[in-house]
């Protein structure tokens, strides 16, 4: 805290002052005194500063009205605390515009003790700023041994925020952005703040020198922000004191983030150490390098997962940048749900036990979740059928397949199942079998060629024949050609392939035979075509 306030030094050292020593402006006596001054020209108001004691006889302006009725207003602009006079020897008393002025302003003119010189009346108003200074620090001083010590001790946030609450007499709370919130008030609710929404504290002032905000219009409560990496993880709340008392509170709360950064990134870091124990032995599971049942409970068990006999998982397709926070709300909303999530790389893993997944639309709150938490809606799950803890990686391999396949089947798709993929995986599994797919391409390859040669289009028309159960006439409508087009079309790829397109067996092989090769094209894999 800056400076006395003026009625405390009225109090203080009443011998400095008259009999009466307050001529005007009595509601101005918090003004805090920070320095004093002496006036003995006209314009000292471009010479004084904020806080001042300003001591003067006015002799510069006993015999100039126009002077006297200036100086108030243009002193009351520069925040001087108050107007210190020695009447009786240049002026017999204040004049009474200068006195209504005062009151206007609320910037208090006292009467100075006749008998004491500017020099002693300076000396004295040093001391007791010094010594309230003095005071003030070692009060504080007092007051951040007190937390620090609560830390030291070991103590949780909640403790630490009761002992700040204590002796402060204010209320606070901390809220994370794990979603924790710890308060000295149970009718506090949690806001984490956004940043559109943050107004600085104090904007044009030098009372507050670290960042401390506002929300909106509510002045109520002041929200500091706790930063590791240039990353806010937490925000210190504080309400119950009023703006002015901001700069006596500017040390504490200073200490208070700085201690609360400390004990926060110990917890962050002790933390990290169990995540990053949990996400290596999800990974491992995962990706099959163990499997055994036993090994798998003892190892979640030291991971503090207790885990359920089945699960169905589930993956997110590529997603964009998240950050920290995204990634811990959407931690908190798996913990509430009953769900294993790991974050691998660009994307997150999810581990959905048999007993959430009888549950109606369980895959279809969590995609609106992704997307409240991502602000983005091209996301994509692939789910895969329910599987034993020892058979993970199968689950896992199945997401993978599904996203994959359906991107193949129906780009627009979001929820990609693999249970509803029928006979597509062997089209998967015979897309990587580099003797196999070259034995399908060549059965079809002269219609490649041919189609190439003479800019025809054979192997779309045999797509579409096959698509439509060999239905000429429906070919037809959906290529938009006439019937006996069709028909001739449909001639040429008997000729050029030794074959007869009635043959059900001969259709199973050629929609094979297409499909492999269109998902191979997709995928990048058909070397030479």
Request: glycine share 4%; aromatic share 10%; charged share 20%.
């Given at each position: 805290?800056?400076?006395i306030?003026?009625?405390?030094?009225?109090?203080?050292?009443?011998?400095l002052?008259?009999?009466?020593?307050?001529?005007?402006?009595?509601?101005?006596?918090?003004?805090?005194?920070t320095?004093v001054?002496?006036?003995?020209?006209?314009?000292?108001?471009?010479?004084?500063?904020?806080?001042?004691?300003?001591l003067?006889?006015?002799?510069?302006?006993?015999?100039?009205?126009?002077?006297q009725?200036?100086l108030?207003?243009?002193?009351?602009e520069t925040?001087?605390?108050?107007?210190?006079?020695?009447?009786?020897?240049?002026?017999?008393?204040?004049p009474?515009?200068?006195?209504?002025?005062?009151?206007?302003?609320?910037?208090?003119?006292?009467?100075?003790?006749?008998?004491?010189?500017y020099?002693?009346?300076?000396?004295e108003?040093?001391?007791?700023?010094?010594?309230q200074?003095?005071n003030?620090?070692?009060?504080?001083?007092?007051?951040?041994?007190?937390?620090?010590?609560?830390?030291?001790?070991?103590?949780?946030?909640?403790?630490?925020?009761?002992?700040?609450?204590?002796?402060?007499?204010?209320?606070?709370?901390?809220?994370?952005?794990?979603?924790?919130?710890?308060?000295?008030?149970?009718t506090?609710?949690?806001?984490?703040?956004?940043?559109?929404?943050?107004?600085?504290?104090?904007?044009?002032?030098?009372?507050?020198?670290?960042?401390?905000?506002?929300?909106?219009?509510?002045?109520t409560?002041?929200?500091?922000?706790?930063?590791?990496?240039?990353?806010?993880?937490?925000?210190?709340?504080?309400w119950?004191?009023?703006?002015?008392?901001?700069?006596?509170?500017?040390?504490?709360?200073?200490?208070?983030?700085?201690?609360?950064?400390l004990?926060?990134?110990?917890?962050?870091?002790?933390?990290?150490?169990?995540?990053?124990?949990?996400?290596?032995?999800?990974?491992?599971?995962?990706?099959?390098?163990?499997?055994?049942?036993?090994?798998?409970?003892?190892?979640?068990?030291?991971?503090?997962?207790?885990?359920?006999s089945?699960?169905?998982?589930?993956?997110?397709?590529?997603?964009?940048?998240?950050?920290?926070?995204?990634?811990?709300?959407?931690?908190?909303y798996?913990?509430?749900?009953?769900i294993?999530?790991l974050?691998?790389?660009?994307?997150?893993?999810?581990?959905?036990?048999k007993?959430?997944?009888?549950?109606?639309?369980?895959?279809?709150?969590?995609?609106?979740?992704?997307?409240?938490?991502?602000?983005?809606?091209?996301?994509r799950?692939?789910?895969?059928?329910?599987?034993?803890?020892?058979?993970?990686?199968?689950g896992?391999?199945?997401?993978?397949?599904?996203?994959?396949?359906?991107?193949?089947?129906?780009?627009?798709?979001?929820?990609?199942?693999?249970e509803?993929?029928?006979?597509?995986?062997?089209?998967?599994?015979?897309?990587?079998?580099?003797?196999?797919?070259?034995?399908?391409?060549?059965?079809?390859?002269?219609?490649?060629?041919?189609?190439?040669?003479?800019?025809?289009?054979?192997?779309?028309?045999?797509?579409?024949?096959?698509?439509?159960?060999g239905?000429?006439?429906?070919?037809?409508k959906?290529?938009?050609?006439?019937?006996?087009?069709?028909?001739?079309?449909?001639?040429?790829?008997?000729?050029?392939?030794?074959?007869?397109?009635?043959?059900?067996?001969?259709?199973?092989?050629?929609?094979?035979?297409?499909?492999?090769?269109?998902?191979?094209?997709?995928?990048?894999?058909?070397?030479?075509?």
């Amino acid at each position: 805290m800056n400076g006395i306030s003026v009625s405390e030094l009225i109090a203080h050292k009443p011998f400095l002052f008259g009999e009466d020593p307050i001529i005007s402006g009595t509601n101005g006596l918090n003004r805090r005194i920070t320095n004093v001054n002496v006036m003995e020209v006209p314009d000292v108001f471009n010479w004084v500063r904020h806080g001042d004691l300003l001591l003067t006889t006015a002799y510069s302006i006993k015999d100039n009205p126009n002077a006297q009725n200036e100086l108030i207003p243009k002193l009351a602009e520069t925040g001087i605390a108050a107007i210190g006079i020695k009447t009786k020897r240049y002026l017999e008393t204040v004049p009474k515009e200068m006195i209504a002025l005062s009151n206007s302003y609320e910037l208090p003119i006292l009467e100075l003790a006749y008998q004491i010189g500017y020099s002693q009346t300076i000396s004295e108003v040093l001391e007791e700023i010094l010594n309230q200074r003095a005071n003030w620090l070692m009060e504080q001083h007092h007051k951040i041994q007190l937390l620090t010590s609560t830390l030291i001790m070991g103590e949780n946030s909640k403790t630490f925020l009761e002992t700040f609450a204590k002796s402060t007499g204010l209320h606070a709370a901390l809220i994370t952005f794990q979603s924790d919130v710890y308060t000295t008030d149970s009718t506090f609710t949690k806001e984490w703040p956004e940043a559109r929404d943050l107004r600085p504290v104090a904007q044009n002032s030098n009372a507050t020198a670290f960042p401390c905000y506002w929300i909106g219009d509510d002045t109520t409560k002041i929200y500091l922000p706790i930063e590791k990496n240039n990353e806010t993880m937490a925000y210190f709340v504080c309400w119950g004191c009023v703006q002015s008392e901001l700069e006596s509170l500017q040390l504490l709360f200073q200490h208070t983030v700085n201690l609360l950064t400390l004990h926060l990134s110990k917890q962050h870091s002790l933390r990290s150490l169990e995540d990053n124990q949990k996400d290596l032995f999800l990974k491992t599971w995962i990706l099959g390098e163990i499997n055994d049942p036993q090994t798998i409970a003892l190892q979640a068990a030291s991971c503090g997962l207790q885990l359920q006999s089945s699960y169905s998982v589930c993956l997110t397709s590529p997603l964009p940048p998240f950050s920290t926070r995204e990634l811990m709300n959407i931690k908190a909303y798996c913990v509430i749900q009953g769900i294993i999530l790991l974050s691998m790389g660009n994307e997150w893993v999810f581990l959905m036990p048999k007993t959430l997944t009888s549950q109606k639309d369980l895959y279809v709150k969590l995609l609106s979740e992704l997307h409240k938490c991502l602000k983005q809606t091209s996301i994509r799950l692939g789910i895969s059928s329910m599987k034993d803890i020892s058979d993970m990686h199968e689950g896992y391999k199945e997401t993978v397949t599904a996203l994959e396949l359906w991107d193949f089947i129906q780009p627009g798709e979001t929820l990609c199942y693999y249970e509803q993929l029928g006979m597509y995986p062997i089209v998967h599994v015979l897309s990587d079998q580099e003797s196999i797919k070259k034995q399908l391409f060549q059965y079809i390859q002269p219609l490649y060629t041919y189609d190439k040669e003479n800019n025809a289009k054979l192997v779309e028309t045999l797509i579409t024949y096959l698509q439509f159960g060999g239905n000429i006439k429906e070919t037809a409508k959906a290529s938009f050609c006439h019937y006996n087009s069709i028909v001739y079309r449909l001639e040429r790829v008997q000729s050029l392939l030794g074959i007869d397109l009635k043959d059900p067996d001969v259709r199973f092989q050629l929609q094979m035979a297409v499909k492999v090769f269109a998902y191979s094209i997709k995928k990048g894999t058909m070397m030479g075509s």
